[in-house]
RNA sequence: GGCGGCAUAGCCAAGUGGCUAAGGCAGCGGUCUGCAAAACCGUUAUUCACCGGUUCGAGUCCGGUUGCCGCCUCCA
């Protein structure tokens, strides 16, 4: 079975044939810096940090380019606002982006370059455009000529004469034809500017990425990804540019990812519904935002609300309540290190066996589509088997230890291509603890002296005492769980 | 108006024409427990919006109907 994936431009899931072998090259469409990022950035930069690590983990050599634009009006604008200039915007949110996408857990990609610094080639590449006939200067604007390009709406599916029929078209005279997009604009005052063959400007918007990528993974490359709403204008815009610039096909493969609504409603900021990454984490753990983020297909969208992230919640408190159970087992002392494989049998080999099925399953899961959902799946049946292996008369002895040791080996090591369960399980526990204390503001040391109150009745055999305790404390959102040596507790 | 997508149990959700329609959450019954919690076992869709067609065989392909949604304007 080897990697087959939707590819947005032919409309069918296709199997990955690189154009060098043993290499990816992905370029993705990152933000322009001018506000925090929201969840759907989150979204989008999770769903390509997880294609990236997998093309990793499938043994391809992957560069990964995810661009910055830091020049545009929002970023022009808010810096005349302020009255600083346009590389304090842009440098405060890229910072700020790299600690949300951090915190979040998502890769650095390979080369994350600014539109700023590539100007150069953005000018060489409308130059080529001009020459080539697909571009026009018009009072310093350059502007690109969708009708010479003869695959225009390719990508998008649909046609010129088709668009222009009750479109809401910007009447701009300069234009030749109502879909053709500016490749340069003259400067206007209070505006920065290069300098250009056409004189003082800026480059327009989808120019920074066709640039961009033939830089750094040349004309023609493997994938090339974003948001479902770049698909229209801007990743058709970028093939026009490339393609008309080169003569060569741009990228062979897109991969467009779903949106996330909230509340059922779409998140926009005219809504005033978006909701920010830091929002977020300050309110769940960030392997709760991936769990839930890949719970679904990439494709697909999400509704993000109070109830389905707190779901996610529950779905990250199985895993790791499962990784616990066997740190606890492991920790128990008993030696297994002279034991290998060949020494099971009976349960601890029919266990072992199906563990070892994980990475295939996996494997099998992700090479479709990337369906992280399915995989999912199996990893929660993983749980269930070693759950079930651990509750019923468990006997630490070397193979049953050795056995839940390589449980653990697998689950990391897929959860890892995912970004999940990367953390101690009892670290994770004690983190989410205090999130939820801090989200309902109650008091630990009131809690822990009821627990302790309750701790002494017990021992005293007083257990209606005991039981008015526990109600009081599950009034308060609070449950506890005893075990043959002590109290803990955790928020609902 | 044009283009595209989606419709699977109470909820979320995967399903690449063919063994019993993954998995999670919630519910119910049981095991365990002083009682709980967690965990485990069992149970919850003769059926995949509806109607027709292709096929030996369709949730999966084709046509139609209905209902949602997205894009066509900056947007991840």
Redesign the pocket.
Known sequence: MSLRFYNTLT?KKEKFIPVKEGKAGIYV?G??AYDVCHI??A??ALVFDIIYRYLKYAGYDVTYVKNFTDVDD?IIGKANAEGSDIYDISERYIKEHNEDMDRLGVARPTITPKATENIKGMIRLIDTLIEKGFAYVVDGDVYYSVEKFKGYGKL???GLD??L??????VDKKKKNPFDFVLWKSSKEGEPWWNSPWGRGRPG?HIECSAMSQRFLGDTFDIHG?????????HENEIAQSEGATGKPFANYWIH?G??KVNDE???KSLGNTLTIKEVLAAYHPEVVRFFIL???YK????FSDA?IA?AR??ME?FY?TLKNIKDALDDGVNFSDTSEKDLSGEDEEVFKKMKMLPDRFK?AMD??F?T??A??YM??S??II??Y???NFVPTGESLFVLSEAKRHMKSVGKVLGLLLEDPDEYFEKDRKREIGKSGLDVREIERLIDERKNA?ESRD?DR??EL?DLLSARGI????TSTSTTWKVK
Not at 165 to 170: K, S, V
Not at 479 to 482: F, G, L, M, V
């Open positions: 409309k469409c933000i322009t759907g950035h979204r989008s929002k998008s599916g649909r088709d668009m029929a009750g479109a809401r078209i910007d918007w974003g948001g479902e709403d770049l698909i229209f204008p801007h990812n949106f996330i779409k998140m926009s719970q679904n297909h697909s969208y999400i509704d389905s779901e529950v779905g199985r309540t099998e479709d589509d369906n959902a399915r999912i799946g929660f049946d749980v269930r759950n079930g651990t509750s019923k017990r257990w005991a039981d526990r449950i506890i769980k005893d």
